[in-house]
């Protein structure tokens, strides 16, 4: 078993100060009122961040706003803040069947925090309404019905509001499209083009991305108008005081190396990551035999199931969460303080987005990744994009095992030859090729499969 440290392959830059993480500047500098820095205050929040620092001024001008920034970064604040405020200083009531302000997120996780951030600042003062799959549609219905300040929405659920003329946006004002990389990820770009097109002309958009592929740049020429450009970080880059480290190991090792690193004292909330659904059941399931009680997140999961894991995380009625990619930018939970990639991701980028879950406003966190030699190309796809050595280059990957073509094999051995067909009866008539016989069924050997 190999371990490797982390080593930023980068050119030197000067020594970054403390208040990259939190600035010296005050909320109320930037504009912010004083219920809500109060409502801040409450929440443990006193000083913004380097992406909020930059955004909330422009955004109280009325500008639109292109955000590049990581998880963890302090997004929901730097968007949430201004339009709160805007919202709270309306007077009157929103239409029937529309809201002020519409955000969407890609995962349902990700909606729900946007929904209590957002609820936290305002204490009470704005009204909310989440619209999701996997949730019940008629109670959305009711909740849009009177009207609501902000929808905070996944793509697929407000499209069928919408069409369903349940949801109108001719009167929404403010917009926003957070995490818009991993939306084209999970193919949700044409229903959020759908959308864009039925808001009204006069809004101000925002939209944020931790990456900016072609698609991305192209979404931004159509949504936004006149966009100030933020960008916090480089695209793919990784939180400072994220340790990170590489473990070469085979994959039947996993599971006892994994429970050896989850009962180390150190350890006080983590998040293991697999690479499919299935997967992490099954790390879930093997933890739970081996004395350590796990909860799992994933897709096929319903809503209720997956908010009540994340639940009993968040208040440490468990330490261990065993989660997919897709919800891995989900999960804003406070106080995690270690990652492990069971699995390394089929995307390098979504690597970023797993170790982002620690180290967040500034807390340290360490990232353990649990390396197969069939999966050593995949790390180092993770090293191209991150720009950081996690592994010795003098270390060769194997190739992935192909999986078995056609029927699995018999047991007990090759399979037999086959028998020669019978010949045909000279006569023609009803006989199997024996004088006089009658037609026979022809058995099939009979096949015992392998366990």
């Known amino acids: 078993m190999r371990l490797t440290r982390g ?10 100060e403390k208040d990259d993480v939190l600035t010296n500047t005050t909320f109320a500098d930037l504009g912010i009122s004083r219920p809500l820095i109060e409502g801040l205050a409450r929440s443990g929040l006193h000083r913004p961040t380097p992406i909020q620092t930059a955004s909330i001024p422009a955004q109280l ?3 639109d706003l292109l955000g ?19 919202i709270l200083g309306l007077k009157g009531r929103p239409s029937p069947k529309t809201c002020r302000a519409l955000i969407l997120a890609p995962t349902r996780e990700l909606a729900v925090q946007i929904e209590a951030s957002l609820r936290s600042f305002a204490a009470g003062r704005l009204s909310t309404q989440l619209v999701l799959g996997g949730m019940s549609r008629s109670a959305q219905v009711r909740g849009i019905a009177r009207g609501v300040d902000v929808v905070i929405a ?8 919408v069409d369903g003329g349940d949801l109108r946006l001719d009167e929404t004002r403010f917009v926003v499209l957070d995490e818009a990389d991993r939306m084209l990820d999970m193919g949700f770009i044409k229903p959020v083009r759908s959308l864009v097109a039925k808001l009204h002309p006069r809004r101000q958009s925002l939209l944020f991305s931790a990456t900016m592929p072609p698609e991305i740049e192209a979404l931004t020429e159509e949504f936004l108008r006149d966009p100030l450009r933020v960008e916090v970080a480089p695209q793919a880059t990784v939180v400072p005081k994220i340790e990170q480290s590489v473990e070469l190991i085979a994959t039947a090792e996993k599971r006892a190396r994994l429970l050896a690193l989850l009962g180390d004292p150190e350890v006080g909330r983590a998040i293991v990551f697999a690479r499919t659904k299935r997967g992490a059941d099954r790390v879930a399931e093997n933890l739970r035999k081996d004395g350590l009680d796990a909860e799992v997140i994933h897709g096929n999961k319903a809503q209720n199931a997956r908010q009540r894991a994340l639940d009993a995380f968040r208040a440490g ?11 891995a930018r989900g999960i804003d939970v ?20 797993r170790i982002g879950r620690t180290g967040r406003n500034g807390a340290a966190g360490i990232a353990v990744t649990l390396c197969a030699p069939d999966e050593v190309e995949k790390l180092r796809a993770v090293e191209k994009i991150t720009r950081t050595r996690l592994l010795s280059p003098d270390v060769r990957g194997e190739p992935a095992p192909r999986k078995p073509q056609g029927r ?19 006569h023609g008539g009803p006989g199997d090729g024996q004088p006089g016989g009658a037609r026979r069924r022809s058995r099939r050997p009979r096949v015992t499969r392998a366990a």
């Open 7 to 16: 080593h930023d392959l980068r050119a030197p830059r000067a020594p970054r």
């Open 334 to 353: 406070p106080g995690i303080t270690h990652i492990v990639n069971y699995d390394l991701p089929d995307e390098a980028e979504s690597y970023v987005h």
């Open 154 to 161: 996944t793509p697929g659920r407000i499209v069928d509001l």
């Open 317 to 327: 009625r468990v330490r261990v969460l065993v989660a997919t990619d897709i919800v």
């Open 408 to 426: 699995p094999a018999r047991a007990g051995g090759p399979k037999p030859a086959p028998k020669p067909p019978h010949p045909k009866p000279a």
């Open 68 to 86: 590049v920034a990581q998880t963890g970064t302090g997004k929901t604040a730097a968007f949430g803040l201004p339009m709160v405020q805007a």
């Open 61 to 63: 001008e009325g500008r």
